[in-house]
């Protein structure tokens, strides 16, 4: 069978220095060639910063780290995704016991998610941070057990990924972009792309 030739929307390819699969997906779904790397990144938030900052300066730390693997011909993407509840970051659960906490604070509740951005390359590159507010209906135990039996609450940042089944049976409502709490605001990666880019 020939290959099928995929439309690209840009002529330069992404280096996406992240392992995350969701990511990676919604950039191809954006038709740009991407090129994915995995980094051995520890993140290290320092206490003086403040919450509205943590994502974006994250990403900028990655940046840092990932920069030597870019070719000339790419534009690098760092990224790094936060939610904030009550004035308190919600990190990668490290069990379930720590997932079912998370999501009980949130149930019938709002809470912020930040993804910081940078993007660019050696001559020129830009970050910043988009912010999308999620409100949870009440979330009964049981399905918040179901959840996290049939899910896959401990890659993500607070617990759960807005693309699974408990993005469907119990967001209440969304203010802001639905990629971003994926962890890419894809909106704003292609007018960044669209503008620096093209």
């Not at 991407?34 to 003086?48: G, W």
């Not at 790094?80 to 970051?89: A, F, G």
């Not at 919600?90 to 998370?102: C, G, I, N, S």
């Amino acid at each position: 069978m020939a290959e099928i030739n995929r439309h690209l929307r840009f002529q330069k390819p992404i280096l996406l220095a992240s392992g995350s699969p969701r990511r990676l997906d919604l950039l191809q779904k954006m038709d740009i060639e991407v090129r994915q790397i995995k980094l051995d990144y520890h993140e290290n938030i320092e206490p003086d910063w403040a919450l509205e900052e943590i994502a974006e300066l994250l990403a900028v730390q990655k940046w840092a780290q990932a920069l030597p693997n870019l070719r000339n011909n790419e534009i690098l993407v760092t990224a790094d995704t936060i939610v904030i509840h009550n004035d308190q970051v919600l990190t990668k659960p490290k069990d379930a016991e720590e997932a079912h906490q998370f999501l009980l604070a949130m149930s019938d509740q709002s809470h912020v998610v930040m993804t910081g951005i940078k993007i660019g390359n050696r001559e020129f590159a830009s970050s910043f941070t988009d912010t999308t507010k999620v409100t949870f209906s009440p979330l009964s135990e049981k399905d918040i057990q179901y959840y996290i039996q049939h899910y896959s609450p401990f890659d993500k940042a607070g617990g759960y990924g807005i693309q699974e089944w408990i993005g469907w049976t119990y967001i209440h409502s969304i203010e802001g972009s639905f990629s971003n709490v994926m962890g890419l605001p894809t909106q704003k990666i292609h007018q960044w792309l669209s503008q620096y880019a093209e």
